[in-house]
């Protein structure tokens, strides 16, 4: 699929088929993430496949806001950061999930993602339960790995409508 075709049908999707993603797909989406760039060739990045759907669930717990929908995916990918790597983790992180849900869309797949690091449990206590503090008492994840983000993917149930047309001068200024 051309570059321009993965970025007109991605999507945040947040409905997706109670079908299983099979795991070549997974293992060419992992692939093609961990071909992103990273400072200084640094390769800080890690990430964690989760499929099994009690642990779905319970990722979708994490806050009470905004990742319910996690536990209805067939799949859940946490990108973190090996923080003794480098400073700049979250960048590399931020990278590697951005390339993830491209190779999402370019596998036929659908992806959301579901911010973690700085956001707390309860939206109504910011100083709370952090999310990443939740997820380390369920998921294996090393004390000196910093957790981006989780991105559900599966098949999407709907299809999404096109997105706006570009604003251009609002966001774009040429000198």
């Known amino acids: 699929m051309e570059l321009k075709t993965i970025l007109d049908h991605r999507r ?27 400072s200084r060739n640094s390769r800080s990045t890690r990430l964690l496949v989760v499929e099994q759907p009690e642990l779905l669930e319970k990722i979708a717990a994490m806050r009470d806001y905004g990742s319910a929908f996690v536990s209805g995916a067939p799949a859940a990918i946490l990108v973190m950061g090996d923080r003794r790597a ?9 990278i ?15 992806s959301c993602w579901v911010h973690v690091n700085g956001r707390p449990c309860l939206v109504k206590e910011p100083d709370g339960e952090q999310a ?29 409508a096109p997105l706006p047309p570009y604003e251009g001068e609002e966001r774009v200024k040429w000198l």
Request: with cysteine; net charge negative.
């Open 12 to 38: 945040s999707t947040r409905k997706f088929l109670p079908r299983k993603v099979e795991h070549d797909k997974l293992q060419r989406i992992i692939d093609m993430a961990l071909q992103a760039p990273s």
């Open 86 to 94: 480098t400073d700049l983790w979250i960048d590399n992180c931020a």
């Open 96 to 110: 590697t999930a951005t390339v993830m849900q491209l190779a999402v869309v370019d596998e036929g797949l659908a």
């Open 132 to 160: 990443d503090e939740y997820l380390r008492k369920i998921l294996p994840i090393p004390e000196h790995y910093g957790i981006l983000c989780a991105i559900a993917l599966g098949y999407s149930d709907f299809t999404p």
